[in-house]
């Protein structure tokens, strides 16, 4: 159990549907990211929420919105993706963010958009 | 912000042999630098860190350096073994307000039996 729990670990959607990716933590942080990795480029830094409130959105277009009810769960609502938008999503929880900590990452959610 | 180089992208030695993944930064006030491996189909996983108030840090086969001066940092692995075959990311954080981790392009290390 790795403490980070994301569904689905899989998810195939055309460009016209909206779907939503869920992660929820039980390792009590206050902390939680949405990172994309695609094949050959860095982790990408997605959104990251603090106590519920989002403190960086890193340019990410707005067909991805995420939403943070509480401190232990995170969503990413997709809709009218793009087929370069397949990739593996990775949720993570951190303590906190009172100092650089590291990050607890979940198994992820590979999407494909066709 | 912050830019984080890695190389090689590519690692294959052979076991018992040592590796070295070396990542540069750009971003002078980063101070935390962590490093991940990823087995495939799974996800990173912490392996070390390193804070920037100290030059070297060592933990079993595995040791990291960072030099400061020149923004670089390296992952050192000894004795390697087949199960040391993964992905490996370094990143590099400054906590400015906010704990954003910048990461690597990832080296997949093959370690040959």
């Known amino acids: 159990e790795t403490g980070v729990t994301q569904t689905p670990r899989h998810l195939v959607m055309g460009m016209t549907n909206k779907k939503s990716l869920k992660c929820e933590q039980h390792?009590?942080?206050?902390?939680m990211y949405w990172y994309k990795q695609s094949a050959k480029k860095p982790l990408e830094l997605m959104f990251v929420?603090?106590?519920?409130?989002?403190?960086e959105n890193n340019s990410v277009p707005s067909r991805f919105s995420p939403e943070c009810p509480n401190s232990s769960h995170l969503f990413l609502h997709l809709h009218t993706l793009q087929p370069e938008d397949s990739a593996l999503y990775l949720c993570?929880?951190?303590?906190?963010?009172?100092?650089?900590?590291?990050?607890?990452f979940g198994n992820g959610t590979r999407l494909t958009v066709t | 912000g912050e830019n984080v180089e890695q190389h090689p992208s590519t690692l294959s030695v052979q076991e018992g042999d040592s590796a070295v993944i070396k990542c540069t930064y750009s971003?002078?006030?980063?101070?935390?630098f962590p490093w991940y491996k990823q087995e495939l189909g799974k996800r990173p996983q912490l392996i070390i860190d390193?804070?920037?108030?100290?030059g070297e840090k060592k933990d079993q086969r595995i040791a990291v350096t960072l030099n400061k001066t020149a923004k670089h940092f390296s992952l050192h692995i000894t004795e390697t073994q087949p199960e040391d075959s993964a992905v490996y990311f370094c990143?590099?954080?400054?906590?400015?307000?906010?704990?954003?981790?910048?990461f690597g392009t990832g080296t997949r290390l093959t370690v040959i039996p």
């Open positions: 993570a929880s951190a303590p906190g963010v009172s100092m650089s900590s590291p990050l607890h």
């Open positions: 390792l009590g942080h206050n902390a």
């Open positions: 929420y603090n106590f519920k409130e989002q403190t």
């Open positions: 971003d002078s006030a980063s101070n935390y």
């Open positions: 390193i804070r920037s108030n100290v």
């Open positions: 990143a590099a954080s400054n906590w400015a307000g906010a704990n954003n981790l910048f």
